[in-house]
């Protein structure tokens, strides 16, 4: 009797332990298969077909399949298409949300997934040197918050792709000892890492913030966004015949989401038939939602979570305004 009371409770408290844990046991299983993965090769019948002008290689923290994938994650994409049009082998390597395949070939870039949120930057150490290193002409560091410090360890070229500068994101969003630490890694590390490394940046105030981080010593140059006009384009028939006001990006604290929605209650007081529509997703979704509720918005304030390509050219057609309230964007 004894016997079968402790088998049964262990077997109980098991039970409950992996039913709430079992998000980490995945998570742990997905970074032991991506270690020994390392070790193992990687099939790759189209990087010895060549010739090719150039073999590039990114290191990007996602791709655009990722379910957190945005702006970065397209123009990357965007750059890599072309490259590949002009006949060069392009790689990304990039983390895994778990709901993509850990290798893949799309639209001629192979793209490489391994870890996740930070595991993602140890992993593309390990797997250049066991299996990158001295096959590729250029190295592409995109720095997304933390960059991946290639010019530590590879002997390729390097370039580093920066958006912005992320200080003011790190001490908004993080824990004073994280924002300290993550703040002294991009201005300070950075600087030991990358002063022979030519920046790469979208406009020209991240460019005149890279310099003044003390970054960019090699050189700035500013590769400015394109846009898809095959598809975006004005249709004034499409537009809504009521007030409308858009946001479109994702739902980030530093976007500032919130302030469009407290803004937006004093905008009904003087046209109350004006709709807020809210596109996009992320880690803010659930607050901002909740914001909306405690101020009484429901009715007017419409989340249309993430959309197709397709979609979004119609809301922006339909809109009157476009909103970006970010504070450093």
């Given at each position: 009797?004894?016997?079968?009371?402790?088998?049964?409770?262990?077997?109980f408290v098991?039970?409950?332990?992996?039913?709430?844990?079992?998000?980490?046991?995945?998570?742990?299983?997905?970074?032991?298969?991506?270690?020994?993965?390392?070790?193992?090769?990687?099939?790759?019948?189209?990087?010895?077909?060549?010739?090719?002008?150039?073999?590039?290689?990114?290191?990007?923290?996602?791709?655009?399949?990722?379910?957190?994938?945005?702006?970065?994650?397209?123009?990357?994409?965007?750059?890599?298409?072309?490259?590949?049009?002009?006949?060069?082998?392009?790689?990304?390597?990039?983390?895994?949300?778990?709901?993509?395949?850990?290798?893949?070939?799309?639209?001629?870039?192979?793209?490489?997934?391994?870890?996740?949120?930070y595991f993602?930057?140890?992993?593309?150490?390990?797997?250049?040197?066991?299996?990158?290193?001295?096959?590729?002409?250029?190295?592409?560091?995109?720095?997304?918050?933390?960059?991946?410090?290639?010019?530590?360890?590879?002997?390729?070229?390097?370039?580093?792709?920066?958006?912005?500068?992320?200080?003011?994101?790190?001490?908004?969003?993080?824990?004073?000892?994280?924002?300290?630490?993550?703040?002294?890694?991009?201005?300070?590390?950075?600087?030991?890492?990358?002063?022979?490394?030519?920046?790469?940046?979208?406009?020209?105030?991240?460019?005149?913030?890279?310099?003044?981080?003390?970054?960019?010593?090699?050189?700035?140059?500013?590769?400015?966004?394109?846009?898809?006009?095959?598809?975006?384009?004005?249709?004034?028939?499409?537009?809504?015949?009521?007030?409308?006001v858009l946001?479109?990006?994702?739902?980030?604290?530093?976007?500032?989401?919130?302030?469009?929605?407290?803004?937006?209650?004093?905008?009904?007081?003087?046209?109350?038939?004006?709709?807020?529509?809210?596109?996009?997703?992320?880690?803010?979704?659930?607050?901002?939602?909740?914001?909306?509720?405690?101020?009484?918005?429901?009715?007017?304030?419409?989340?249309?979570?993430?959309?197709?390509?397709?979609?979004?050219?119609?809301?922006?057609?339909?809109?009157?305004?476009?909103?970006?309230?970010?504070?450093?964007?």
């Open positions: 009797a004894l016997v079968m009371l402790y088998v049964t409770s262990f077997g098991s039970t409950i332990f992996l039913h709430f844990f079992e998000g980490n046991f995945k998570f742990i299983k997905r970074n032991i298969s991506d270690f020994l993965g390392a070790f193992m090769r990687i099939s790759r019948p189209e990087f010895s077909e060549g010739p090719f002008n150039k073999k590039i290689l990114i290191f990007n923290w996602r791709d655009t399949k990722h379910k957190f994938s945005g702006g970065a994650e397209t123009y990357i994409q965007e750059m890599a298409k072309r490259w590949v049009e002009h006949g060069n082998y392009v790689t990304i390597f990039c983390g895994n949300d778990s709901l993509n395949s850990r290798r893949e070939v799309v639209g001629g870039i192979e793209i490489i997934r391994r870890g996740g949120f993602v930057y140890f992993w593309a150490f390990l797997y250049y040197m066991l299996h990158f290193r001295g096959k590729y002409d250029v190295i592409i560091d995109c720095h997304n918050g933390i960059p991946f410090f290639t010019p530590f360890y590879a002997r390729e070229p390097v370039y580093c792709l920066m958006h912005h500068v992320h200080q003011d994101v790190f001490r908004h969003s993080l824990p004073k000892p994280l924002a300290w630490f993550a703040g002294i890694l991009e201005k300070d590390l950075m600087a030991l890492a990358y002063k022979n490394v030519k920046f790469i940046t979208v406009s020209e105030s991240s460019r005149k913030d890279i310099w003044k981080l003390g970054l960019g010593g090699a050189g700035i140059e500013v590769a400015y966004p394109g846009v898809d006009l095959s598809s975006l384009s004005p249709d004034f028939e499409a537009k809504s015949s009521v007030p409308t946001y479109f990006g994702r739902l980030k604290y530093y976007k500032s989401v919130d302030v469009l929605i407290k803004a937006f209650k004093r905008v009904i007081e003087n046209i109350p038939e004006v709709r807020l529509i809210i596109a996009g997703s992320g880690e803010e979704s659930a607050n901002l939602k909740d914001l909306t509720k405690r101020l009484g918005l429901e009715q007017k304030v419409e989340f249309k979570g993430r959309v197709s390509d397709e979609k979004k050219t119609k809301l922006l057609q339909s809109a009157w305004v476009l909103a970006n309230p970010s504070f450093m964007e």
